[in-house]
């Protein structure tokens, strides 16, 4: 059974950084995306960045200050988080597509959510 665990969400000082990682266990299939989603107090859920093996985007507002990478090896993404400010904050979801779309076995799986604090 395939688990996402995020760590590294934190309370953190208008301006700095922090950096999110979330591993897949029980994996068994071909990875075809990870990716970071947030949700803000009272507001619904946002794609923060996407990456698959042909491209990488992220949403328009945060290119720049966030970046997404994987360690493919470990079946990890990474979310690098810098110059954040008080609207960062909220709980952020590992998302991952697992599986083959072609033969039907792809399915999408979410971490539990970690939060980041952004506050003075």
């Known amino acids: 059974q395939v688990h996402l665990v995020e760590s590294g969400g934190g309370l953190v000082q208008p301006g700095g950084s922090l950096r999110l990682s979330c591993t897949a266990s029980?994996?068994?299939?071909?990875?075809?995306?990870m990716a970071w989603y947030r949700q803000a107090p009272g507001q619904g859920r946002q794609q923060v960045a996407f990456d698959t093996d042909t491209a990488t985007t992220y949403e328009p507002s945060l290119k720049g200050r966030f970046t997404i990478s994987r360690d493919k090896t470990k079946n990890t993404v990474f979310l690098q988080m810098n110059d954040l400010k008080p609207e960062d904050t909220g709980i952020y979801y590992c998302?991952?597509?697992?599986?083959?779309?072609?033969?039907?076995?792809?399915?999408?799986?979410w971490g539990q959510g970690i939060q980041v604090t952004v506050s003075s």
């Open positions: 998302y991952a597509n697992i599986g083959d779309p072609v033969l039907g076995t792809a399915r999408t799986y």
């Open positions: 029980g994996v068994t299939q071909t990875i075809g995306a």
